[in-house]
């Protein structure tokens, strides 16, 4: 196996070592007393208006389940993302906004990112928006996108960002969920020169029944392509930016009131609103932020995620700016307008440290080093990566290429869930492996369990648990607390579970082996098998689907869909292509459909419920070692699958 030393360039420089990783993590999971003075040390990193004396206070019996973090403490999230940092910093760059076109770029300092988020808080106030409301944010990669998660924070406003690449339909489902009061839009989106209708979609999301929930919309001006405007319904960002005065006294809030929600897939049912509050999550995603990204002073950070993702949540939005850390907002793609954007941007704002997915890596590794080569790229330092495993050719190339073997790579796993990293070597912490998370964040207890729940210690493969609490967890999903207990706290009674698989090597470290559940990642996105297919059955043609992921060269993994047409229907390229813009237009273009499978039965248990298993190897071009197909109601219909599969 290779491993890959820290180069002697940063490891001078690096804010940990070895020794001192190993000495700190195992102090903070010693015992109950000193993990918690671990935590209490960490909450020092955030200005408290009431400084937290009960630090931990976690129970995960059923009957008496609960989360606290920091319970009795009080603060302001806008206040450590913003005015703290104008006293000595008042003109350092928050926020470097690159456009969607090269010609296009804003610096925006701390001092005007607070008065631009303290008018947009009095504005909201205004509107009748207060603590515990909630604000739907539908926005493209712009500054507005940050501004208003501040200003919600500010008024103590639950914001709930929606990608700006999911549908109308996906729109509604959240709006009608979370029972918002006001929708933050834009006129349109652009990305890679191609506009996206979001005023549209908000126009068409509100035409859904239970989303009457909306008072206001508030329309960012970003291409100025004429949108229908609604008299009293419907007002102009830059109007009420105008019209009002930078003086926000910040709300006060309990650190266990929410922040915010994020709606994310899971096996079953609908996406789930994943519920983070507000001290817990701020002290996690700074603490991890720094250690993560041995951040200096004078970094300069681009993380690439869309705020529409938990990534740029933590690490675009509230981590970096909370430690007083300039963040690139990109509101392009690398391809646009050639593959050479990232290095060129790297170079143009003297980015340090990169952050980005190994979809968007693999993309550009395929279109030759010669892009990247255009830019110097002097000025990175660090790369990391996240969202899905990175394989080791990709991690090669980034390591070689990108990073011209100078920077180290942190390969970061975690979840919406988790709020923040919770594995990672460590900057010099470690030798790194090209596709392992390695070694657990301070304070975290990363446990490999088999599926009776018996802890498998030394060397194995199992399911990912994670033992005690870290306060970046999150607390419930949103109107729905079962659903959380059932999903999460039910499987391996006393810990979380994951929904990962995890491997632990000879030296200890891990690796992370993918979802164990019906979950795919796609592009580092998240998006569950039954979402997809009850968007399929909702198409008039589609009697019955069963979607599984299949391995693909740039996603990652890819979306297979088995179909069988209603009784009259016939196959044909234009029906496929149709069922295909269907589950786009219901879910977003995340959810294309990379194959189309037309067959007259699914492989089923004489119980009825679909042998997964068996497609998921049909889809991988698997068509020996199919395993026990003993329980199968009708064994012919296996090779009828195989057929189909192999003449596609
Ligand atoms: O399967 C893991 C994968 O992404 C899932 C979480 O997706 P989401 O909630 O959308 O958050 C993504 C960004 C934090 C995990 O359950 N995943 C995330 N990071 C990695 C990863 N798989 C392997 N390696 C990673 N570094």
Not at 406 to 428: H, S, Y
Not at 608 to 614: A, D, E, F, L, V
Request: charged share 25%.
């Amino acid at each position: 196996m290779k491993k890959f030393p820290t180069s002697s360039e940063f490891a001078a420089q690096a804010n940990t070592n070895p020794e001192k990783y190993a000495q700190l993590y195992q102090q903070s999971i010693e015992s109950d007393e000193s993990n918690e003075a671990f935590w209490a040390k960490r909450a020092e990193l955030v200005d408290w208006i009431k400084k937290p004396t009960k630090i931990k206070n976690i129970n995960y019996d059923l009957d008496n389940f609960k989360i606290k973090w920091f319970e009795d403490g009080e603060l302001n999230v806008s206040v450590n993302c913003l005015d703290r940092h104008l006293v000595d910093n008042p003109y350092k760059p928050a926020i470097i906004w690159e456009g969607d076109h090269p010609s296009l770029h804003k610096i925006i300092s701390f001092k005007e990112l607070h008065s631009e988020v303290c008018r947009l808080g009095n504005a909201m106030r205004k509107m009748g928006v207060g603590k515990g409301d909630r604000v739907v944010l539908y926005l493209p990669m712009v500054p507005e996108a940050v501004v208003s998660m501040l200003a919600c924070a500010r008024i103590g406003a639950v914001h709930t960002v929606v990608f700006g690449g999911f549908s109308a339909e996906s729109l509604a489902s959240r709006i009608v969920d979370s029972q918002a009061k006001l929708v933050i839009t834009a006129d349109e989106g652009v990305r890679g020169g191609r506009y996206s209708p979001l005023k549209t979609n908000v126009d068409r999301a509100l035409d859904v029944d239970g989303t009457e929930c909306i008072e206001k919309v508030i329309v960012v001006h970003r291409t100025g392509n004429s949108v229908p405007m609604s008299g009293r319904r419907d007002v102009w960002y830059h109007t009420v930016i105008d019209n009002s005065n930078e003086d926000c006294p910040p709300e006060t809030m309990n650190a266990e009131d929410p922040l915010f929600l994020l709606y994310t897939s899971g096996s079953t049912g609908k996406p789930k609103g994943v519920v983070h509050t507000t001290g817990g999550y701020l002290t996690y995603a700074l603490s991890t932020f720094r250690d993560v990204f041995d951040v200096k002073e004078d970094d300069v950070f681009w993380c690439t995620a869309d705020v529409g993702w938990i990534t740029g949540h933590s690490y675009v939005t509230y981590a970096p700016l909370a430690n007083g850390t300039t963040t690139i907002v990109f509101e392009g793609v690398p391809q646009y307008p050639t593959w050479a954007r990232i290095g060129q941007i790297i170079d143009k704002h003297d980015v340090s440290i990169l952050y980005t997915a190994p979809t968007a890596i693999r993309a550009m590794m395929k279109e030759g080093d010669a892009y990247v080569r255009e830019s110097n790229r002097e000025s990175l330092r660090l790369l990391g990566t996240v969202g899905e495993p990175i394989n080791p050719e990709a991690w090669d190339w980034y390591h070689n290429v990108v990073g011209e073997g100078r920077c180290p790579i942190v390969d970061t796993w975690w979840q919406t869930e988790t709020g923040g990293i919770l594995m990672a070597p460590l900057p010099n912490s470690v030798d790194m492996k090209p596709g392992a998370a390695m070694n657990p964040l301070y304070g975290i207890k990363p446990v490999i369990v088999d599926s009776d729940g018996v802890e498998l210690e030394d060397a194995a493969a199992g399911n990912l648990i994670i033992k005690d609490g870290w306060p970046g967890q999150m607390r419930t999903i949103y109107g729905d607390h079962k659903r959380f207990l059932e999903t999460y706290y039910t499987t391996y009674p006393g810990s979380y579970f994951t929904g990962d698989g995890a491997m632990r090597d000879e030296d200890g470290h891990l690796w992370i082996t993918g979802r164990v559940d019906d979950v795919l990642n796609v592009s580092g996105h998240r998006i569950g098998t039954a979402e997809i297919e009850s968007a399929l059955v909702s198409h008039p043609a589609a009697a019955e689907t069963a979607i599984v992921g299949m391995p693909h060269e740039l996603k990652g993994q890819g979306i297979c869909a088995y179909i069988i047409l209603r009784n009259g229907e016939e196959d044909s390229e234009r029906l496929r292509g149709e069922l295909n813009r269907h589950v786009r237009a219901e879910i977003g273009p995340i959810a294309n459909l990379d194959a189309i499978y037309i067959v007259d039965a699914l492989p089923k248990t004489r119980s009825g419920k679909i042998m997964r298993r068996i497609l998921r190897k049909l889809a991988a071009g698997e068509f020996d070692g199919l395993g026990d197909t003993s329980t199968l109601a009708e064994a012919s219909v296996v090779d009828d699958l195989i057929k189909t599969v192999k003449s596609a």
